[in-house]
């Protein structure tokens, strides 16, 4: 049974860091792409930042998140994390992380595999 659990998220200031980690299990996991998604009340779901598989190279980030966002992953531990630094409130959503089969970066959602339930993220001024 493949599953993916988000954790890390909660109350930041503007400016401020925080690191979002995405648990798997049940897959293969260097043969998927690992994308990670939010989605703002109101507002529909977008990719923020991807990363292929391992036999691939590339890498996605949407131009809101470009330079504050870092995706990577950890195939001995099988975790996907997104490091987010220099908040702003804008980023206030629900992340949600997602897996996508011998996937590149695409960052497309109707491509992810598997999703996971989210977590929320709270950028307050």
């Known amino acids: 049974q493949v599953q993916l659990a988000e954790s890390g998220g909660g109350l930041v200031q503007a400016g401020g860091s925080l690191r979002l980690s995405c648990t798997t299990s049940g897959l293969n996991f260097a043969a998927y792409a690992l994308g990670w998604f939010r989605q703002a009340s109101g507002k529909e779901r977008e990719g923020i930042a991807c990363l292929s598989w391992v036999g691939r190279n590339t890498t996605y980030y949407a131009d809101s998140v470009k330079g504050r966002f870092t995706i990577s992953r950890d195939n001995v531990k099988q975790i996907s994390y997104l490091q987010m630094d220099s908040l702003k409130p804008e980023d206030t959503a629900m992340y949600y992380c997602?897996?996508?089969?011998?996937?590149?970066?695409?960052?497309?959602?109707?491509?992810?595999?598997?999703w996971g339930k989210g977590t929320l993220v709270t950028i307050s001024s």
């Open positions: 997602a897996a996508d089969r011998f996937g590149g970066a695409s960052c497309t959602e109707r491509d992810m595999d598997y």
